[in-house]
């Protein structure tokens, strides 16, 4: 009887056992099942955003294509400042002129190459390259080099250099204008720099370039003084030119102070120098520019500084004064051009 009953407590532990670790089991496979339920749940969640995003990102480039296809119509999505424009836009044609008006530097070169022939016996003094002594030769004269730049709309600078044949053909460089000029308006305009003076008509009218002359050579009262010439011809300082209001009669004004240190070499063909040291000079003058007679100019200067001779007496100082008026008439193929100074 006890044996029956020890095998009976036997078998029930045994059942007890068996069913805690079926109960184990069947809670950790619910688990399982929750867990992989969880994570359907998201991947379907993800997959419904990425196909959100897909059908957004077909939208903008839809948006993108027809913006290329129509440039005119606006796009949705502004374009940033900083985007470069198409290769194919261009500036228009009055802001690249504009432009390159103001910044680019114009160069222009006059030259000449000569012969002269003298019917006289004993030939000239040596000027512009000419041999002294015989009857006619080659020569070169001058070679002006003429820069411009136009800084804005109303200040530009202005240069004029000159290679002129000396002796034995050889050359030297002339700085003729070296100018900044600014214009105000047309009642007043300012240069700054080395000018020709205003002294009369032509050398004001006429400067370095031959070719633009009328005349064989410039007369001899108005050639540069570094070539022999008599008068004052070039400076350094400041000269203002403008209009004065007078109707029809068309008045104009030149005020110029500077230094002009003259050197002439003596036209007898000597060889010698004079040196005038110059003090500082001012140079005042008035024309008409009448309009009931077109290519009319009437005017008048009055230049006045001091000098002295170097080489004879370098401490005694003269006044120098120089009155010129002329009249001149350019029109219809009809020039007239008497100057006295």
Request: charged residues 20%.
């Amino acid at each position: 009887m006890r044996r029956c009953v020890e095998k009976i407590l036997i078998l029930v532990i045994i059942l007890a056992g068996t069913g805690g670790v079926q109960d184990a089991a069947s809670q950790d496979a619910s688990n399982e099942q929750q867990t992989i339920a969880l994570l359907a749940q998201q991947v379907k969640e993800l997959q419904k955003q990425t196909a959100e995003l897909q059908a957004k990102l077909q939208a903008l480039e839809a948006e993108r294509s027809a913006t290329i296809a129509s440039p005119s119509t606006p796009a949705a999505v502004p374009a940033p400042q900083t985007t470069p424009p198409p290769a194919s836009a261009e500036p228009s044609p009055g802001l690249i002129a504009s432009l390159h008006d103001l910044h680019r530097i114009e160069w222009r070169g006059f030259g000449e190459v000569d012969y002269k022939v003298l019917d006289q016996r004993q030939g000239e003094t040596s000027s512009y390259g000419f041999v002294p002594g015989s009857a006619g030769n080659f020569y070169t004269g001058d070679f002006g080099l003429f820069l411009t730049s136009k800084i804005s709309d109303k200040a530009s600078v202005l240069s004029e250099m000159i290679f002129e044949e000396t002796d034995a053909q050889r050359y030297k460089i002339d700085l003729r204008r070296l100018l900044l000029s600014y214009q105000v308006n047309d009642h007043l305009k300012m240069s700054f720099g080395r000018y020709q003076t205003n002294i009369g008509y032509y050398n004001w009218a006429f400067r370095s370039a031959a070719w633009l002359q009328t005349t064989a050579d410039r007369p001899l009262v108005m050639e540069f003084a570094s070539n022999g010439g008599l008068l004052p011809t070039q400076a350094i300082g400041v000269s203002l030119t403008g209009s004065i209001p007078s109707g029809k009669f068309g008045l104009n004004y030149v005020a110029e102070y500077g230094s002009s240190d003259t050197v002439r070499p003596d036209i007898n063909g000597d060889g010698l120098q004079n040196d005038e040291n110059n003090g500082n000079q001012v140079n005042v003058g008035f024309f008409l520019r009448p309009d009931d007679i077109p290519g009319l100019q009437i005017g008048g200067s009055y230049y006045h500084d001091k000098i002295s001779n170097l080489l004879y007496e370098p401490s005694f100082r003269y006044g120098q004064t120089i009155v010129n008026g002329y009249v001149v008439y350019v029109a219809g193929g009809v020039e007239f051009l008497n100057e006295v100074s």
